[in-house]
């Protein structure tokens, strides 16, 4: 119980730190700039590539799109349908998009988000991938990536549940594919 506990909190901390971002004063933008009703996940991320990435078969958990707090966001996350035995947790693969108005203004949550997980385990850059990127890992192995493109921010994170390996070179893959196509 006390492992489940701690896995818990450990998770929920590092995808604070992953995620965390500083506070930016919202600002006013065109109104051209709003969810495109045209984004569904099989675009960026398809059911495929997901299972190719966490191993197993998946399912969508969730998709969101909105504009708020200054940027457009759009997110997403696929399941695995097995449910892990030992901590009864399922692997899952989440993906999130960030646009912002200007290219210095992604600059600068990127840099913030790089910045807060230099200060919490091993950044790696990605220098391949869109303008600059980074690769980070917490203490179970479980990548996020991070690519920033011009004024948009990519986010993709994969979560194992348990010592089942992930196909980081799948993730990279589709890493790649993602940034070069949008």
Not at 99 to 109: E, F, G, L, N, T
Not at 121 to 128: A, E, H, I
Not at 135 to 141: E, F, H, M, Q, S
Request: charged fraction near 25%; proline fraction near 3%; aromatic fraction near 12%.
């Amino acid at each position: 119980m006390k492992n489940k506990i701690f896995l818990f909190l450990t998770a929920a901390s590092l995808t604070n730190f992953c995620f965390a971002q500083n506070s930016i004063p919202a600002k006013q933008y065109p109104q051209q700039i709003q969810c495109d009703s045209t984004w569904h996940p099989h675009q960026f991320i398809t059911p495929a590539e997901a299972e190719k990435i966490v191993l197993h078969s998946v399912f969508l958990k969730d998709s969101l799109c909105d504009f708020k707090n200054g940027y457009l966001r759009y997110n997403f996350t696929y399941k695995a349908t097995t449910i892990d035995s030992s901590t009864k947790l399922r692997a899952s693969i989440f993906f999130g998009l960030e646009q912002y108005d200007q290219a210095a203004r992604a600059k600068k949550v990127y840099d913030h988000i790089k910045i807060e997980n230099q200060k919490i385990g091993k950044v790696s850059d990605l220098n391949d991938i869109g303008d600059e990127g980074f690769l980070a890992k917490d203490l179970a192995n479980n990548p996020f990536i991070m690519i920033r493109q011009n004024n948009r921010i990519y986010k993709l994170r994969a979560l194992n549940a348990a010592n089942v390996q992930l196909s980081f070179d799948e993730l990279m893959r589709t890493a790649k594919k993602i940034v070069s196509s949008h």
